[in-house]
C-alpha cells in the first residue's frame, strides 16, 4: 500500500499575502493554493486536533475582498508560468509533484460560515477561468455544517460548475465521540443531515481525522458507527466518491492530541472498505511529528 507523508510544513502566509497561500498537500499529491476565508481565527467547531490556537488573535479580522481576488491572480501568475518552483521554498519540489492540483478554501476556520460565500467563489472560478486553468479544481474543505444555507447552496453549486469538490469532515460514528472530537454545540444530526444533502446532489469526499486521545485510539465500536453513518448516506441517495482516513501530521494546540500507528490507521480504512464497499485511502502521520 502507498504511504502518504506529505508534508508538515502549512504555513498560512507567502511573500506577504494575507488570504492566499501556496502548500504542498498530501492529499492533492501536488500544489495547492490554499484561501483562508477565517483570518480571525474564528470557527464553529473547535476540533481537539486542530493546529491553529484560538488562545491568541490574529492582527487580521476579516478577509479584504479587493487583496484576496489580486492575492489570487498574482498567484496563479506564478503557477500557471511555473515561477512558483523557482522560489526559494519550493525549488526543491520533486517532478512528480509540480503541478497544481487545486484551490482549496479552508483557512483558520470554516469558509461556509463567509458572509459572502457564493460571491466569493464565483469571482475565484472567474479568475481561475481567466488563467486558463480549467483544469485545476477547486476543493472546499468544510465541516458541513452551514450547507443547508440558500447562499451556501449556491456557492455549492457555482463549485460544481467549475471542476468542484466537496472535502466534507466526518470524525465521528456517535454522538459522544462526536462531542468530544470536535466540541461544538452543532447538533451531530445537522452535520450528518447536510452531508446527505450535499451528496445527494453530486458525490462528495468524506475526510476523516482519527487520533490517539490521552493515549486512547478510537474503540472498534466507534468505528462501526462510523460506518454506519456513511451506510446511511448511500442508502438514502448520497454518493460518497472517497473516504479520506489519515491521522495527525502537524503538531496541534492540545498537547493531549497524537496520531495513531500506520497499522491502525490501516485498519480503520480496511473496515471502511468491508462495512460499505466504499473506496478508501490513508493518509498516515508524520515521522517528525
Given at each position: 500500500m502507498t504511504t502518504h507523508r506529505l508534508h508538515t510544513q502549512h504555513q498560512r502566509t507567502f511573500e506577504g499575502n494575507r488570504f492566499v497561500y501556496p502548500v504542498l498537500s498530501r492529499r492533492s499529491k501536488g500544489l495547492s493554493i490554499g484561501v483562508n476565508l477565517n483570518p480571525d481565527k474564528i470557527c464553529n467547531f473547535d476540533c481537539i486536533y486542530c493546529q491553529?490556537?484560538?488562545?491568541?488573535?490574529?492582527?487580521?479580522?476579516?478577509?479584504?475582498?479587493?487583496?484576496?481576488?489580486?492575492?489570487?491572480?498574482?498567484?496563479?501568475?506564478?503557477?500557471?508560468?511555473?515561477?512558483?518552483?523557482?522560489?526559494t521554498k519550493f525549488t526543491e519540489t520533486p517532478e512528480h509533484l509540480r503541478r497544481v492540483n487545486d484551490i482549496a478554501f479552508s483557512g483558520?476556520?470554516?469558509?461556509?460560515?463567509?458572509?459572502?460565500f457564493d460571491e466569493l467563489i464565483d469571482r475565484s472560478a472567474e479568475i481561475k477561468r481567466k488563467h486558463g486553468l480549467d483544469q485545476v479544481k477547486m476543493v472546499l474543505i468544510?465541516?458541513?455544517?452551514?450547507?443547508?444555507?440558500?447562499?451556501?447552496?449556491?456557492?455549492?453549486?457555482?463549485?460544481?460548475?467549475?471542476?468542484?469538490?466537496?472535502?466534507?469532515?466526518?470524525d465521528a460514528g456517535t454522538e459522544s465521540y462526536y462531542r468530544t472530537i470536535e466540541r461544538t454545540k452543532i447538533p451531530f444530526q445537522r452535520v450528518l443531515d447536510n452531508l446527505l444533502l450535499a451528496a445527494q446532489v453530486r458525490p462528495i469526499v468524506i475526510q476523516s481525522m482519527f487520533l490517539r486521545l490521552l493515549g486512547q485510539s478510537p474503540t472498534a465500536e466507534e468505528i462501526a458507527a462510523f460506518c454506519d453513518r456513511l451506510n446511511t448516506i448511500v442508502s438514502e441517495g448520497g454518493q460518497i466518491k472517497l473516504v479520506q482516513?489519515?491521522?495527525?501530521?502537524?503538531?496541534?494546540?492540545?498537547?493531549?492530541?497524537?496520531?495513531?500507528?500506520?497499522?491502525?490507521?490501516?485498519?480503520?480504512?480496511?473496515?471502511?472498505?468491508?462495512?460499505?464497499?466504499?473506496?478508501?485511502?490513508?493518509?498516515?502521520?508524520?515521522?517528525?511529528?
Open positions: 491553529v490556537d484560538r488562545r491568541t488573535e490574529s492582527e487580521v479580522r476579516f478577509v479584504e475582498g479587493e487583496r484576496y481576488y489580486s492575492e489570487l491572480e498574482e498567484m496563479l501568475d506564478l503557477c500557471a508560468s511555473g515561477e512558483i518552483f523557482q522560489t483558520d476556520g470554516e469558509p461556509t460560515t463567509y458572509r459572502n468544510t465541516n458541513a455544517t452551514m450547507f443547508h444555507r440558500p447562499h451556501v447552496q449556491r456557492g455549492l453549486e457555482i463549485l460544481d460548475a467549475n471542476q468542484g469538490e466537496i472535502w466534507a469532515k466526518l482516513v489519515y491521522t495527525v501530521a502537524r503538531k496541534p494546540a492540545e498537547s493531549i492530541v497524537a496520531p495513531l500507528d500506520d497499522s491502525e490507521v490501516d485498519t480503520i480504512a480496511q473496515t471502511v472498505r468491508d462495512r460499505t464497499g466504499l473506496t478508501a485511502e490513508v493518509y498516515y502521520g508524520s515521522s517528525d511529528y
